[in-house]
């Protein structure tokens, strides 16, 4: 590694460099290494080496569903649930497979 000749401090809450410090430990990557490498590969790609990105808490399906339709289908789910039974079964995807494509 090159000679180091500047450091930065960066103020983080505190927890968070608790779990991400467990993590870091677990891949045998120091903080400042993984600083560095983060740096090293924005240096590399020209951008942030990682997407950045607003996560979606959930889903919100009445743009896509009318009420009535969701009320049908809530009411579908709540029944396969109690009764299984009535309902195939598949261990593997190429037996779900075989039954979607069959003419049965």
């Known amino acids: 590694m090159t000679d180091l000749t500047t450091s930065i401090n960066v103020k983080i ?10 993590i870091l430990d677990k891949l045998g990557v120091s ?21 950045v990105a607003i996560p979606k808490e959930e889903y919100d399906l009445s ?14 789910l709540a029944y396969i649930e109690k009764h299984p039974q009535e309902y ?5 995807v190429k037996s779900l497979k075989e039954a979607l494509l069959s003419d049965e």
Do not use: H, V, W
Request: no cysteine; hydrophobic share 30%.
């Open 31 to 51: 903080m400042s290494g993984l600083i560095n490498m983060t740096i090293k590969q924005l240096i590399m790609r020209g951008s942030i080496p990682f997407e």
């Open 88 to 92: 195939k079964s598949y261990n593997n």
């Open 13 to 22: 809450d505190k927890k968070d460099k608790e779990l991400a410090t467990e």
């Open 63 to 76: 743009r896509y569903f009318t009420n009535e339709e969701l009320t049908k289908t809530a009411k579908e």
